[in-house]
């Protein structure tokens, strides 16, 4: 695994968990029934899962785009 591979995932991270934190502060769940939304914790760590996720699936694109282009 690259640097760049590794600071791109990070920084999908980052970004899911401020997200998943917004969306509990903005959103959430008032009755505390909701696994996720319910607490802040639950959701910023379900945030960067997410983000990390996402930015390494086009992590993935972009490198296979690259390799193809060479």
């Known amino acids: ?3 760049k591979r590794v600071a791109i995932i ?3 991270l980052a970004i899911g968990a401020i997200a998943g934190y917004l969306y ?3 959103i959430g769940c ?3 029934t909701c696994s996720i939304t319910s607490k802040p914790l639950n959701s910023t760590l379900y945030g960067m899962f997410m ?3 996402l930015f390494d ?3 993935d694109w972009f490198f296979k785009k690259q390799k ?3």
Do not use: P, Q, R
């Open 68 to 70: 193809s282009n060479d």
């Open 10 to 12: 990070s920084l999908g």
């Open 30 to 32: 008032a009755s505390g």
């Open 1 to 3: 695994m690259t640097k």
């Open 57 to 59: 699936m086009f992590n």
């Open 24 to 26: 509990y502060y903005f």
């Open 51 to 53: 983000g990390g996720l």
